[in-house]
């Protein structure tokens, strides 16, 4: 465990966090779990319960590696779409066409990059259910689907979406995702944990995801995402991201502190504005932030602000930032080991539970 700039009441959120994540593995939400808050001035970070359920199993340490699963929609893709907009490269009403000229699915000359940032395209399908496509035959999917309605109308959350945003910016960047994230992020903030290249960390520092009946093996040190896995080797938008949650940490302490870390500039004000007001037109259905959802009660719990946003994975992780209120939660597990569960209703109660504490506790603080 560390902590710093501890106080008597950091002492205390640390405990009632540690006694709350340890009842989790207790009731097997997760074999194990790393998470890190960031409360006023205490920073704390944490590890707990093992990698597997077996009585053998390594334990979890902070320097556990967890496949983050969606977290890669955010962090880094949307963020680095963020980026090239503040230097001018791209800009929000930008035709995907112009940068993805391959693209000749439903409204082509309409489609722009605010969409994607937002997900207010509506393809109507799981990219999921044509995991048994090639590469090649899946991207040709994606780059050819019709919409089920105009883009802008609809908030309608998928892969595709920001599969096709992570094209935009490797073409705009010059370079791949995960060289492009290196450069403008994971090196810069000391994120030296975080990659798209699982294989290349020693054996036993990556967590299990799933015993996949599809794969026919257990998935480790690979992506998860079943549309992620058959593009390989393309890197894509949409998952494939692995970090730890002290990495994690290093880049929500980076948008708290108004977008700068080590007398670098990352982000704007500006732009660390358009992750958290939401971008959809009111009384519109829901709301989100560029790039980031916004808001949402049931991974962000009760506590949350309408400035509240982060990213879940499906894999069982979850970031958290509420820069007015200088706060982060990341909570990285593998949920989803052995098996996936009928639905997210038990780790987002999990997820909710530890944001309420650490709200709960900045508001007392405060």
Same mark, same amino acid.
């Given at each position: 465990?560390?902590?710093?700039?501890?106080?008597?009441?950091?002492?205390?959120?640390?405990?009632? #966090?540690?006694?709350?994540?340890?009842?989790?593995?207790?009731?097997?939400?997760?074999?194990?779990?790393? %998470?890190?808050?960031? *409360?006023?001035?205490?920073?704390?970070?944490?590890?707990?319960?093992?990698?597997?359920?077996?009585? *053998?199993?390594?334990?979890?340490?902070?320097?556990?590696?967890?496949?983050?699963?969606?977290?890669?929609?955010?962090?880094?893709?949307?963020?680095?779409?963020?980026?090239?907009?503040?230097?001018?490269?791209?800009?929000?009403?930008?035709?995907?066409?112009?940068? #993805?000229?391959?693209?000749?699915?439903?409204?082509?000359?309409?489609?722009?990059?605010?969409?994607?940032?937002?997900?207010?395209?509506?393809?109507?399908?799981?990219?999921?259910?044509?995991?048994?496509?090639?590469?090649?035959?899946?991207?040709?999917?994606?780059?050819?689907?019709?919409?089920?309605?105009?883009?802008?109308?609809?908030?309608?959350?998928?892969?595709?979406?920001?599969?096709?945003?992570?094209?935009?910016?490797?073409?705009?960047?010059?370079?791949?995702?995960?060289?492009?994230?290196?450069?403008?992020?994971?090196?810069?903030?000391?994120?030296?944990?975080?990659?798209?290249?699982?294989?290349?960390?020693?054996?036993?520092?990556?967590?299990? %995801?799933?015993?996949?009946?599809? &794969?026919?093996? #257990?998935?480790?040190?690979?992506?998860?995402?079943?549309?992620?896995?058959?593009?390989?080797?393309?890197?894509?938008?949409? *998952?494939?991201?692995?970090?730890?949650?002290?990495?994690?940490?290093?880049?929500?302490?980076?948008?708290?502190?108004?977008?700068?870390?080590?007398?670098?500039?990352?982000?704007?004000?500006?732009?660390?504005?358009?992750?958290?007001?939401?971008?959809?037109?009111?009384?519109?259905?829901?709301?989100?932030?560029?790039?980031?959802?916004?808001?949402?009660?049931?991974?962000?719990?009760?506590?949350?602000?309408?400035?509240?946003?982060?990213?879940?994975?499906?894999?069982?992780?979850?970031?958290?930032?509420?820069?007015?209120?200088?706060?982060?939660?990341?909570?990285?597990?593998?949920?989803?080991?052995?098996?996936?569960?009928?639905?997210?209703?038990?780790?987002?109660?999990? &997820?909710?539970?530890?944001?309420?504490?650490?709200?709960?506790?900045?508001?007392?603080?405060?």
């Amino acid at each position: 465990m560390t902590l710093s700039a501890s106080t008597g009441k950091g002492d205390y959120l640390v405990a009632k #966090v540690s006694a709350y994540l340890e009842d989790a593995v207790n009731r097997r939400v997760f074999p194990g779990c790393s %998470a890190g808050v960031i *409360a006023g001035d205490c920073r704390w970070c944490g590890s707990f319960g093992k990698l597997t359920y077996e009585p *053998a199993s390594d334990s979890v340490s902070e320097e556990t590696v967890y496949d983050v699963a969606s977290i890669t929609k955010s962090l880094p893709v949307s963020s680095l779409a963020l980026t090239l907009i503040e230097k001018g490269v791209l800009n929000c009403d930008d035709r995907l066409i112009d940068t #993805v000229p391959e693209f000749n699915g439903g409204y082509r000359q309409e489609i722009t990059i605010r969409h994607l940032l937002t997900h207010t395209l509506d393809f109507g399908f799981r990219l999921s259910a044509f995991k048994h496509l090639s590469g090649s035959e899946l991207l040709a999917k994606i780059l050819s689907a019709p919409l089920r309605r105009a883009p802008g109308s609809t908030f309608s959350y998928a892969n595709a979406t920001s599969i096709l945003l992570g094209l935009s910016v490797e073409r705009l960047s010059g370079r791949p995702l995960d060289e492009a994230a290196d450069g403008c992020f994971f090196k810069p903030l000391g994120m030296r944990r975080t990659t798209f290249h699982p294989e290349r960390l020693a054996a036993g520092a990556v967590a299990p %995801a799933e015993d996949d009946p599809w &794969r026919g093996r #257990v998935v480790c040190a690979e992506v998860h995402d079943e549309s992620a896995f058959a593009l390989r080797p393309r890197i894509v938008g949409s *998952a494939g991201l692995f970090s730890t949650a002290p990495d994690l940490l290093k880049f929500a302490a980076m948008l708290i502190d108004k977008g700068t870390a080590g007398g670098k500039r990352f982000f704007l004000p500006e732009t660390i504005g358009m992750m958290h007001s939401n971008a959809l037109a009111a009384g519109g259905n829901g709301c989100t932030g560029y790039g980031w959802e916004l808001a949402k009660r049931s991974f962000m719990g009760k506590r949350c602000g309408a400035a509240t946003f982060g990213k879940t994975g499906f894999t069982g992780c979850s970031i958290v930032v509420d820069p007015g209120r200088k706060t982060a939660i990341v909570l990285l597990s593998n949920h989803t080991f052995p098996r996936r569960r009928r639905d997210r209703s038990l780790i987002n109660e999990v &997820r909710a539970g530890l944001a309420d504490i650490v709200f709960e506790a900045v508001a007392t603080v405060r």
